[in-house]
DNA sequence: CTTAAATATTGATGTATGATAAGAAATTAT
DNA sequence: ATAATTTCTTATCATACATCAATATTTAAG
């Protein structure tokens, strides 16, 4: 039984079936730090599991600057939520941050087992909702937050892992540069 | 039949019996302008399904500044997604920008039909889907685009409604002030 | 270990946007 | 219509953060 599974059944209860059929439709994959898996302008339309390990999704701008998206460690969902919800090419990467293991889940794989098991779209149902409710809560934070504001509360929000992301890469979470985060560090630390 | 359950059959074959479970747990109301429908704090947990108008969520800040988080129109859903699916007290308030008339959905009525109806489970499914890749969206517009950027694409987008909205509320809602909108906009007339 | 590469810091300077305040224009109410 | 209120604009000035460039520090590679 792997550990997706594993993570399943602390929300439902889970038949042999569905855990069979996640079995089969779930591609184990390892990856390197750095390596992409998800590249822009791929068609592939997947969701990603993590079982161990760090990964980030980023949007690559027109002059070469990357802001990212999301983190994700073990037991996250990741993905190209724009292109697996909405477009047809993918305009992320996802790439990982240190050596990683994930789950591969296709998009009409996922949605064939919600179908067939409505208790599994239930669950995945509030994955949604509590989704949604974070990505509001990030707007909010942009709309709302100074650069101070939104560092501090990434760092209580991300206590596990906030070390093991390099401050360049926060900076691009937060939308603000690397220098503007030293320049904040440097002054929560004289205090 | 109302407009929620024609709206619906857009999507999915909606049974009688949904019909009528939908209409008995949903409550319709008419919104003035500027009147509040949803507050912060209070403890009510309800979606909105707009039937006519034009509503919009925000969130007052302790200096009495207000972000807007959402604009809604007929056939748009609208909530507190933050309380809905996490806090307990909310934090956004809801108010008509027009007269409006409205259905509000309880959160536990609504769930007991996801459960009782899976393919209603599987129309929510995808609203939810399409909100996700709506707010990724706009978080990637807050991280890259300039103010002028963050206002053309957001006329090309709500160009239906966007004319009805006062500038000072599609301000708060592109993170820039009515002063700087103003500004962005004297600068594309003239051009 | 030593060197190379990646990441982080610091300083000097620039700029987009914010803050404040006043007046103009548009809505709404009487 | 007229007045009152709300919304929008304009000007001046302020500032948080960006940009650029150099150096320091840390991490990874040979």
């Given at each position: 039984m792997n550990e997706l599974i594993e993570y399943i059944k602390?929300?439902?209860a889970i038949t042999d079936t569905i855990?069979?059929?996640l079995n089969r439709i779930s591609i184990?994959?390892?990856v390197q730090k750095g390596e992409n898996i998800l590249s822009e302008n791929s068609l592939k339309k997947q969701h990603i599991f993590v079982l161990t390990g760090c990964l980030r999704s980023f949007y690559r701008m027109e002059n070469g600057k990357e802001v990212t998206i999301q983190f994700a460690i073990k037991n996250w969902w990741i993905g190209d939520y724009i292109t697996l919800y909405t477009e047809n090419k993918s305009?992320?990467?996802i790439e990982g941050l240190s050596k990683s293991e994930i789950l591969l889940i296709g998009k009409t794989e996922l949605e064939r087992l919600y179908i067939?098991?409505?208790e599994f779209a239930t669950f995945h149902r509030k994955n949604f909702e509590r989704h949604i409710?974070?990505?509001q809560k990030r707007i909010l934070s942009l709309l709302t937050?100074?650069?101070a504001e939104k560092y501090k509360q990434f760092i209580a929000d991300y206590a596990d892992f906030a070390q093991k992301i390099p401050n360049y890469q926060i900076a691009s979470y937060l939308g603000i540069t690397a220098e503007s985060l030293s320049r904040v560090r440097k002054e929560m630390a004289n205090q």
């Open positions: 602390h929300d439902i855990q069979e059929k184990k994959k390892e305009i992320l990467s067939e098991h409505p409710a974070t990505l937050q100074t650069a």
